[in-house]
Structures are given as structure tokens and as C-alpha cells.
């Protein structure tokens, strides 16, 4: 693993040379951001062969329509994190899937994944896992619901029981939460 | 600046980061992120959050998975080019143009075909119709017939209905003669002209009336120049009573003649036909008296 020369370009940089088509942009992204984004596509679909070539799928779609991103709209991290969500969604809520027999309750992914994988912290990111268990759990399964599981935001009110503006507010708080600890 | 505080307090920009948001909703927080440098700032900052958050969590692929990804970038890069090229060369157009004949002579083939199985079945429907029209025509032929026969038997029975009609009606009214004591029976013999020869007359002597009996004349028959012709003596003087023909075959029984209120005795004279204003008695062929 140390002996594997990581890619790590500056996000200006990182856009130009992808709208340009340039391969090493590719590289850059998966070493930067490859796990993060199977870690947010492993919590909707658990099966690590499934999760995987959606990984695969959600690259192949950065690159291709690397033009239709906007760097004035947000952040690539954001504009791509959100590729990889609507795939697993969309995978997750295709026939096929639904016929496999693989669809474990979506609810339980995430900590079934966190099980699983064993989950190891960054060592600078050490006492996130002790930060978010003492954020309130009611405000942490809900920005969870929506971040990790594939949930809108009007389907976690459902689901949760509670009033839409009520669901907005505890997403807020616990953004606010993540915020305060990593600035 | 209250107004963009107000805007990043709703919670509407957290949801703008989780993709949340319509497509309308989402062009209306971009306006807001251009117009208002804080929401901008709020928004990068909740990015930058949920960027740590996810990294914090990640998961680590298997190892080689990148080089698949790059190698699937580049065959489609490469196809991609060779796509550019196909278009450039004209074998491949020609081809094109060939296809597209081809396929306009299937859909040809395929519309004759189905326009022979039409017109066959309407051959087919044809022939069974004029079978069937020609059999019915036979039919209603000698249905035609039928009727025809069936009418020309309906009239022989009709006049053979009037004939006994008449013949009983004329036989109730000579068998009511009979109980009538005004009708006089007045049988003519044969003079010596013919003495086989005799006829019967009815004579009501109220009433007037003269009836010859049909059956009961035995007269021999005329010729085209000559008639019987019946006469009654009153006081010694012939009445013409009119004329008439021998006719066997006739329906009629009764023959009615004039009317003569009192005779005392009827016969009957050959004459020219249409009769004689006087007889001519030397043709005297039957007569008799009436009797009281």
C-alpha cells in the first residue's frame, strides 16, 4: 500500500483536466475520493461485488459527462457524491435488484456495512465516531436516512413520523454538529 | 444580509447539498447563492462538511478497480473516435442506401402478398356468392313454377266450386218448383219433323218467368246459319220468346228466356239466327201444352 504513489491534484486543477478529457484526472478522483464514495453507495447496496461495479458505473458517468458540471453550483465532491447516490438508488429500486432476493431492508444497511467492514477512522478524523454517537440520535438517523440510505427528505418524515419542517431542522442541527467539528 | 441570513436559517441550503431539492428549487438557491455572498459561503462550508463526513466513512475498493475504470474509459474514447470515422467513408454510405432498398422491397414484397391473399379471398367470395345466387335463382324458378301450378289449380277448382254452385243453386230451385204449384212443367215432344226430339220448360205463371231445363233438351244441334227459337201461343197467337243454342257442355242448367204472363202453349221453330219476328211453322221441331 505505501508503495502505491497516491494522485492528489488541486480541485481547480482536478475539473480543468476532466473536462479536458484527461485520463489522470480519473486517476486523481478514484485515489482522492473512491472510497468515500463506495462507502456512500456500500449503505444502500451491501453486496461489496454489486456496490463495487456501481463504483465503476459512477466513474465511467464522471467522466462522460464531465461538462454538464458547474463548479459555480458547488463543490465536484457534492456533484459527484450525488452521481453515485441516484445510481444506487436507481439500482436499488430497479426490478431486477427487487427479483435478486438480495434486498436486505435498506434501513438496516448502514449498520450492517459498519459491522461488517469494521469501519477503521482516519487518525486525524479520530473522535468523529465518539462526536456523531454524541450527537443526538434523533438528529443523526435522519441526516442519516437522507445521506446514506437513498431516502428523500419527505420519505424520512414518513417514515419517521414527523412533520416535514421538523425532519429540515434536525438535518440542519446535525450538519451544524459536523461543521462545529471538523472546521 | 437579513434577508440571506433568513434564507441559510430555513435549512433549505442542507437540503440543496443532499440533492434534494427540485430542479426549481434547486435554480432558486443558485440565484440566491449569486445575489447573496454569504449563502454562497454557507453552502460551501455545508459541502465541505458532508465532503469530511463521507470521507470519514469511507470504504475501501479492491485493489485494481481503478485500472479497470481507466480501461474503460480509454476503449470508449477509442470507439468513440472510430464512430467519427464510419460516417466519412462511402462504402458504408452505399451500403446504407443499399439496405434501406432492401428493405423497401420486403415491405413491397410483403404488401403484394397480402393484396394476392386479399384478391383471392375476394375470388373465393365471389364464386361461393354466385353459386349461392344461381342456386337460389333455381329455387325461386321453380317456386315460380310451384305457384304458377298452384294458381292454375286454384282457378280449376274455383270454377269447378262456381259450377256446382250454379248447378246446386239451379237444382234447389227446380227441386223448390216442385213445391211451388205456379210453376207449370211443360214437357214439348218432337213434331214429325223429329220425333226423338224434346225439351222441358218452366214456366211460372205469377211470376212470369221461362226457364229451359239444359239437361232435359234433346235437340239436335245447329248450324252457323241457324237458332231455336221459343215461342208461345196466347190465344192462338206466337210470342216470341227469344233464342238460343244447343250447348250440352254448358254449366247452366236453367236457361232463362222473356217473360210471359199467360201461354197455353210453347214451341220451339229452326230459324235464321237471330230469330224470326214469326215462326216458321213448317220448323216446328217440339212443342206442348201446358196443362192446369
Excluded at chain 1, 143 to 162: D, I, P, Q, S
Excluded at chain 2, 213 to 224: G, I, V
Aim: proline content about 3%; glycine content about 4%.
Amino acid at each position: 500500500m505505501a508503495a502505491t504513489k497516491k494522485i492528489s491534484l488541486s480541485e481547480e486543477e482536478l475539473v480543468r483536466r476532466l473536462k479536458a478529457q484527461d485520463t489522470i484526472a480519473v486517476q486523481a478522483l478514484y485515489d482522492m475520493y473512491s472510497g468515500a464514495l463506495l462507502g456512500v453507495i456500500s449503505r444502500i447496496i451491501p453486496q461489496t461485488e454489486l456496490a463495487e461495479d456501481l463504483l465503476q458505473e459512477t466513474f465511467i458517468k464522471i467522466w462522460n459527462s464531465a461538462n454538464s458540471y458547474d463548479s459555480n453550483k458547488g463543490r465536484l465532491f457534492t456533484w459527484m457524491m450525488n452521481i453515485a447516490r441516484n445510481l444506487s438508488i436507481d439500482k436499488v429500486r430497479s426490478r431486477d435488484f427487487r427479483n435478486s432476493g438480495k434486498n436486505q431492508d435498506i434501513e438496516n444497511n448502514v449498520d450492517f456495512i459498519d459491522s461488517q467492514k469494521e469501519i477503521t477512522f482516519n487518525a486525524d478524523l479520530l473522535g468523529l465516531k465518539d462526536m456523531v454517537t454524541a450527537l443526538k440520535p434523533e438528529f443523526n438517523s435522519v441526516l442519516n436516512m437522507v445521506y446514506f440510505k437513498g431516502y428523500t427528505h419527505v420519505e424520512a418524515a414518513e417514515e419517521l413520523n414527523l412533520p416535514l419542517g421538523t425532519v429540515k431542522t434536525r438535518i440542519r442541527m446535525a450538519i451544524m454538529e459536523l461543521r462545529k467539528h471538523f472546521n | 444580509m437579513e434577508e440571506g441570513k433568513a434564507y441559510i436559517e430555513s435549512g433549505i441550503l442542507e437540503l440543496y447539498v443532499l440533492g434534494q431539492l427540485t430542479a426549481q428549487e434547486q435554480a432558486e438557491v443558485e440565484a440566491m447563492a449569486v445575489q447573496y455572498p454569504e449563502v454562497k459561503q454557507e453552502i460551501d462550508a455545508i459541502e465541505r462538511a458532508m465532503e469530511q463526513y463521507a470521507l470519514a466513512q469511507a470504504v475501501h475498493p479492491a485493489e485494481g478497480l481503478d485500472q479497470k475504470i481507466l480501461a474503460r474509459i480509454n476503449s470508449e474514447k477509442q470507439s468513440t473516435a472510430e464512430t467519427f470515422e464510419v460516417p466519412a467513408s462511402v462504402p458504408a454510405k452505399a451500403s446504407d442506401a443499399i439496405v434501406v432498398q432492401l428493405n423497401r422491397d420486403d415491405n413491397y414484397e410483403t404488401k403484394v402478398r397480402r393484396l394476392r391473399i386479399a384478391l383471392a379471398a375476394c375470388v373465393a367470395l365471389l364464386v361461393v356468392s354466385a353459386v349461392a345466387l344461381f342456386s337460389a335463382r333455381t329455387e325461386l324458378d321453380s317456386a315460380k313454377d310451384q305457384i304458377a301450378e298452384l294458381s292454375l289449380d286454384k282457378e280449376k277448382f274455383t270454377a269447378t266450386v262456381n259450377y256446382m254452385k250454379q248447378t246446386n243453386a239451379a237444382l234447389q230451385k227446380i227441386a223448390d218448383m216442385t213445391a211451388d204449384p205456379n210453376w207449370k212443367f211443360v214437357k214439348l215432344a218432337g213434331t214429325p219433323m223429329d220425333p226423338k226430339a224434346s225439351m222441358m220448360v218452366y214456366w211460372h205463371t205469377t211470376g212470369k218467368h221461362v226457364m229451359m231445363d239444359n239437361r232435359k233438351m234433346k235437340l239436335p244441334a245447329t248450324d252457323k246459319e241457324h237458332q231455336y227459337q221459343l215461342w208461345a201461343l196466347v190465344n192462338g197467337k206466337p210470342v216470341d220468346l227469344g233464342v238460343f243454342d244447343v250447348n250440352a257442355d254448358s254449366a247452366q242448367i236453367l236457361v232463362s228466356m222473356k217473360d210471359i204472363a199467360a201461354a197455353q202453349t210453347f214451341a220451339v221453330t229452326l230459324e235464321k239466327r237471330g230469330g224470326s219476328p214469326s215462326p216458321t211453322m213448317t220448323q216446328m221441331i217440339v212443342a206442348g201444352n201446358v196443362s192446369i
